[in-house]
């Protein structure tokens, strides 16, 4: 050969090499590709020259060995007779997929039949206005000594070891595909995951191994990979040998030769089925967070810190009114956001930018939608992700119109500060105003003043005409009020008839005195409801701070002692705060606590005073009146403790207590011989609205063993009136019908009408001491007790005249049919023990 080709030869790396390599150790192609010693060189046992159709052109031997066993003819195509079929293909085959391909090894045949290991190595050599010429070499490799043996068969050790580890044992399954697709060789892992053996998914075995519904996809990606030529990534489920199916990756690439044409395909498949789970998690995670925000109505602002991008959602856009094409920009949303509220969204904005947002932050702002300028209250919530070296990465925010909320929030707010029937301020929000309004006067030596307003017999129109009747009295009176009042004043419904005001501008008592008389006059002008007419009177009660009182509880207490003195001397007029009501506030708590003294130590103790006859002077019966013993005073009158008897929770337990006592002393009577008749006790309208009266008396009578008959309960006119009307009226008759006799006492001065006496189960009519008194003086009221006689008498009412105190009365009265009289005259009220001797 010339010695072109010598260096040819050279630089393509022939030299000799010490390395004695034992092909045929070699179990099959695989183990020596891997082989690390596939690239080691042996000495040359024929060089050749040969052309691109794969005929030798030129040829020199090498060897005496290779003269010695094969004495073909190697030109041309007489070097196939000395190789395998399948030799020949993988020549064709690497020559194809490069021009300087990997060595390839061969079965070279000699003469003897023998076949002998060899490698050949091939080179493409073109030059200018040459035709490109292939360079190789033949290496007879079958010749070692056992020492290189040894040297092998370790190296093959190693060898197998290292395929071992790079395809048996990876998690992946390599495999290889012919240019038309048809699969030729798997790894053995395939096995192991499918059952399926290696031969039976050659060619397109492996697709049966499928899920049915991946095959359609994975064949048409499959097939667009074949003629573009490009990678493959596909995946699909793989059924197991277990009959399940997982998730698998099937990668490749193409091998191609110096023309373009793909030689052959070389892939793995992966398993990806823990990728796959956690994808579908991922998925689905997401799916309900979008759900979440979606169904939660939130909108979503994705800043990334570190290229300043910003993503708005649809909620958010939908939130704001504004189109899907408006771009995310800072300068947009500040110039929806209130002005008031700019600059918080400013900072935050200017925080974000300069990489110092907070973890989570809140905040709520004020937006004007961009599409009808609506005002909406919109609340934002933030979180930062950073990263390790602590600058901020990311920023979401998530967005939420709270506008029904803050209104009703607003709602709930004012409710919790107003009087719903007339839209005042109510006791905690006038008095939390009273609070601030004495501060601000203390500090700046200011003053105000201060008007308690309670509406007359509110009650008793509630009662004879109804609670709507009543209310619309209360509206009526609250816009007449609001109308009257100062502009500087803050007013307030207090409670269910009483109201407040509080005025910078009645600071002192003559102003507050002119203010109170318009309002007097103004509210005096008549209501109208459903038609009829109602009537309205106030009292009022005033104050004035720094000189009534110099904090908010002293001086509400002293417009409250004034408002209360102003109902207590007749209603419908103003009292100013004076130092005396101080101490008839202090005189009444005295009383009450008195009572309750008297109560707990069992101090009450009932007086007796006789009811007479008039004719005879014989006693008919007695009306226990209450005292109580002191223990250092002796006997007290009851209205010593009067203002307990307002108190309706004292006034049911001083009954109570009086019944007791008088049940008892009438059995004693009965016991030792003695009719005392009739014995009443005095009943007001406390006792039968707190329990059931007539079966708390008819129980008590029965179980001290005492007969109705001797047992009178009187009542005064007012009773009748009020929402308790027919729970009194129950009571009385169920006395009555079990033997007590009822009693109308003080008859004539109240508010009862005639009605009363035919509707109620009266038995006795009780003429009052004030008509009794002037009788002898006054024609009137000698008229007026003939007239409740000729009434008693014709109605069978026994008739009783009260305060009969001298002997012209007695005349008078006899005169005029009333027989039976109670008073000094005939007897003053005496405890039992006394009233007994009397008696006897």
């Given amino acids: 050969m010339d010695r072109f080709a010598d260096r040819r030869f050279v630089e393509f790396g022939v030299e000799p090499s010490q390395h004695k390599l034992d092909w045929g150790m070699f179990h099959n192609r695989n183990e020596l590709l891997f082989s690390p010693i596939f690239h080691q060189v042996s000495p040359p046992t024929i060089r050749w020259i040969a052309d691109q159709r794969g005929r030798i052109l030129s040829r020199e031997i090498m060897s005496d060995l290779f003269a010695r066993d094969f004495s073909c003819d190697m030109t041309g195509h007489g070097w196939r007779a000395v190789l395998d079929r399948r030799d020949w293909k993988a020549l064709a085959d690497a020559a194809q997929s490069s021009a300087r391909p990997d060595p390839v090894p061969v079965r070279m045949r000699a003469l003897s039949g023998e076949k002998r290991w060899g490698i050949v190595r091939m080179v493409l050599v073109a030059e200018s206005d040459e035709a490109p010429l292939w360079y190789g070499t033949i290496e007879d490799i079958d010749d070692r000594h056992d020492r290189d043996r040894k040297a092998l068969a370790d190296a093959l050790a190693e060898s197998r070891q290292h395929y071992r580890w790079s395809v048996e044992l990876s998690p992946q399954v390599p495999w290889t595909a012919a240019p038309d697709g048809a699969i030729e060789e798997v790894g053995p892992r395939w096995l192991e995951l499918t059952g ?8 397109r075995g492996w697709i049966s191994s499928l899920h049915p519904d991946d095959v359609d996809r994975t064949l048409v990606a499959w097939a667009e990979k074949l003629v573009s030529g490009d990678p493959v990534d596909v995946d699909y489920r793989l059924r197991l040998s277990d009959g399940g199916y997982r998730w698998m990756r099937a990668r490749a690439s193409a091998r191609k030769d110096a023309q373009g044409r793909i030689v052959r395909w070389y892939g793995t498949l992966e398993d990806i089925h823990a990728q796959k789970i956690a994808q579908r998690e991922l998925a689905e995670s997401e799916e309900r967070f979008r759900l979440a925000v979606q169904s939660a109505r939130l909108g979503i602002w994705d800043c990334d810190a570190r290229i300043g991008t910003r993503t708005w959602s649809r909620e958010f856009r939908q939130m704001l009114g504004l189109s899907a094409t408006e771009p995310a920009t800072s300068e947009l949303a500040l110039g929806l956001v209130h002005p008031e509220d700019r600059s918080q969204l400013a900072d935050m904005l200017d925080a974000v930018a300069q990489g110092e947002m907070p973890p989570h932050f809140e905040a709520t702002l004020r937006v004007y939608r961009a599409d009808n300028g609506a005002l909406r209250w919109i609340k934002s919530a933030g979180w930062t992700s950073f990263c390790e070296a602590g600058r901020p990465l990311r920023v979401i925010v998530t967005f939420q119109d709270v506008t029904e909320e803050r209104n009703s929030e607003d709602r709930i707010r004012w409710a919790a500060t107003h009087d719903p029937m007339t839209g005042m301020p109510n006791r905690a929000l006038w008095q939390e105003t009273l609070e601030e309004m004495t501060g601000q006067a203390r500090r700046n030596g200011g003053s105000f003043g201060l008007v308690l307003v309670d509406i007359d017999e509110l009650k008793r129109t509630n009662d004879m005409l109804g609670h709507d009747a009543g209310d619309a009295l209360l509206c009526g009176f609250a816009q007449r009020f609001a109308a009257s009042a100062p502009a500087d004043a803050m007013i307030g419904r207090l409670g269910g008839d009483e109201f407040g005001m509080i005025a910078p501008s009645l600071a002192n008592s003559a102003a507050l005195t002119a203010w109170s008389a318009e309002l007097l006059g103004g509210v005096r002008g008549p209501y109208v409801h459903n038609g009829r007419s109602l009537d309205c009177s106030v009292s009022i009660g005033g104050a004035v701070f720094g000189e009534h009182g110099d ?45 309750r003294q008297a109560i707990a130590d069992d101090l009450v103790v009932p007086y007796y005073q006789p009811k007479v006859d008039l004719k005879t002077g014989r006693i008919l019966g007695y009306e226990a009146l209450l005292r109580w013993q002191h223990p250092r005073t002796g006997v007290h009158a009851p209205d010593t403790i009067a203002a307990a008897f307002d108190n309706a929770e004292i006034a049911v337990e001083l009954t109570e207590k009086m019944l007791a006592h008088v049940v008892r ?15 009443a006790i005095n009943a007001s309208a406390a006792d039968f609205m707190q329990h059931d009266f007539a079966g708390y008396v008819l129980a008590h009578l029965a179980r001290c063993g005492v007969p109705p008959q001797h047992f009178e309960v009187e009542v005064t006119e007012t009773v009748f009136l009020g929402r308790g009307a027919e729970q009194v009226e129950q009571a009385l008759h169920r006395l009555s019908a079990a033997g007590v006799q009822i009693a109308l006492d003080d008859f004539g001065t109240g508010y009862a009408s005639l009605s009363h006496l035919k509707q109620y189960p009266v038995d006795i009519l009780k003429i009052d001491r004030s008509f009794v008194r002037n009788i002898e003086q006054d024609a009137g009221d000698a008229v007026i007790v003939d007239a409740i006689g000729k009434l008693g008498g014709s109605l069978g009412m026994e008739v009783v005249a009260e305060g009969v105190e001298a002997a012209g009365q007695v005349e008078l009265l006899l005169a005029r049919g009333c027989t039976i009289g109670q008073g000094y005259l005939l007897g003053r009220p005496q405890p039992w023990a006394m009233a007994k001797s009397q008696a006897a």
Wanted: glycine share 8%; proline share 6%; no cysteine.
């Fill in 665 to 679: 002393d009438v059995r004693r009577w009965l016991r030792a011989g003695y009719d005392p008749g009739r014995v």
């Fill in 196 to 203: 399926m053996p290696p031969e039976q998914a050659r060619g």
């Fill in 551 to 595: 904090d908010a509880t002293e001086l509400l207490k002293a417009a409250d002692l004034a408002l209360y003195a102003s109902k207590s001397a007749g209603r419908g007029r103003l009292t100013l705060f004076h130092s005396p009501l101080r101490a008839e506030a202090q005189q009444r708590s005295s009383m009450i606590h008195m009572a």
